[in-house]
């Protein structure tokens, strides 16, 4: 389960994409690479998968991790695990078929489950 201050700064965060911002450049120039990735969907919201090398240094492992927002034309993802928020940006998704969600559904579905942990 998520930190309450997680979940705080994930409100405000979706708050802000919700009424149309985007990560600055910054962030996602500082952001880990994820590599082979899909989402899952969930009962009530979607993760994501993927190799990523946290911190960039390391060698890439497996995450699995709760989908905020993503922007597949963008190529980002803002996600959620058990200590922080934070931005990736999608390198390639796996091959072959993969449930690729809609970006306003996942951010829709994202805000409201993060509304009942608070």
């Given at each position: 389960?998520?930190?309450?201050?997680?979940?705080?700064?994930?409100?405000?965060?979706l708050e802000r994409l919700s009424a149309g911002g985007k990560p600055d450049?910054?962030?996602?120039?500082?952001?880990?690479?994820?590599?082979?990735?899909?989402?899952?969907?969930?009962?009530?919201?979607?993760?994501?998968?993927?190799?990523?090398?946290?911190?960039?240094?390391?060698?890439?492992?497996?995450?699995?991790?709760?989908?905020?927002?993503?922007?597949?034309?963008?190529?980002?993802?803002?996600?959620?695990?058990?200590?922080?928020?934070?931005?990736?940006?999608?390198?390639?998704?796996?091959?072959?078929?993969?449930?690729?969600?809609?970006?306003?559904?996942?951010?829709?579905?994202?805000?409201?489950w993060v509304r009942r942990q608070l």
């Amino acid at each position: 389960m998520p930190t309450i201050e997680a979940l705080r700064r994930a409100a405000d965060i979706l708050e802000r994409l919700s009424a149309g911002g985007k990560p600055d450049a910054q962030m996602l120039a500082e952001a880990p690479l994820a590599e082979a990735w899909a989402t899952i969907r969930g009962e009530d919201l979607w993760q994501i998968a993927a190799a990523v090398a946290v911190p960039p240094d390391s060698p890439a492992r497996p995450h699995t991790v709760v989908l905020l927002a993503l922007d597949r034309d963008e190529n980002w993802a803002l996600v959620l695990d058990e200590r922080e928020v934070g931005w990736w940006v999608l390198g390639k998704p796996l091959p072959g078929p993969s449930s690729l969600p809609d970006g306003a559904e996942v951010l829709r579905l994202a805000a409201a489950w993060v509304r009942r942990q608070l």
